[in-house]
Structure formats: C-alpha cells, structure tokens
C-alpha cells in the first residue's frame, strides 16, 4: 500500500509562490509517473502536471511557465514550484503516483488571495 502525504499549501497574495511538497511511502516511487492535480470549489478535478520516470513534464496550457513540477526518487518525493500565482489558482492541490495501481494524497489548499 502507497501512502501520499502533501504539505506546502497556504494563503499567499496575487503574484507569490508555494513550493508544494509530496513525500511517498513504499519502493515504487521511482518506477511511477507522479501528478499533481488540483479541484477548485463546484469544478472538476483538473490536471497541473506531471513528471514521468524519465524526468518528461507535461503542464496543464493555464500554469506553463509559471510552474515547475520535479522529482527526486532518492527522497521518494515530487515537488510543485508555484510562481506568479493568481486568483485562479485557489484551489485542493492533489498528489497522484501511477503505477499498476493509482493513488491519490489527502490534498493541500492552495489560496491565492490579497
């Protein structure tokens, strides 16, 4: 069983950053394509970005070059680098690790606000 567990999200103003943080538990992490998703209120689950065993990225068109998803499989860890945040931004910030199976963390707020 693969336990995912988010930390990094909080209240930040219009044009600030958050680094969000999800650590792993297990031995899969590093064979997994990791994601971070995000669901703002009365919206669908959307997809920010995800990071392939590879290192590859893909990016949600709403949040290229304004985020940067990374890895680091010695730490068992992925990151999500916020900068130039917006309003639009605010909303639960998700891991997923995909492997034969799928899991998802308990999710992290994310509000962008002044």
């Known amino acids: 069983q693969v336990q995912l567990v988010e930390s990094g999200g909080g209240l930040v103003q219009p044009g600030g950053s958050l680094r969000l943080s999800c650590a792993a538990s297990?031995?899969?992490?590093?064979?997994?394509?990791m994601g971070w998703y995000r669901q703002a209120p009365g919206k669908q689950r959307e997809l920010v970005a995800r990071i392939f065993t590879s290192g590859t990225t893909n990016y949600a068109d709403s949040v290229k070059g304004r985020f940067t998803i990374s890895r680091d499989d010695a730490k068992n860890t992925v990151y999500l680098q916020m900068n130039t945040l917006k309003p639009e931004d605010t909303a639960v910030y998700y891991c997923k690790l995909e492997s034969i199976n799928h899991y998802w963390g308990q999710g992290t707020q994310v509000t962008v606000s002044s």
């Open positions: 297990g031995s899969i992490f590093r064979y997994s394509i």
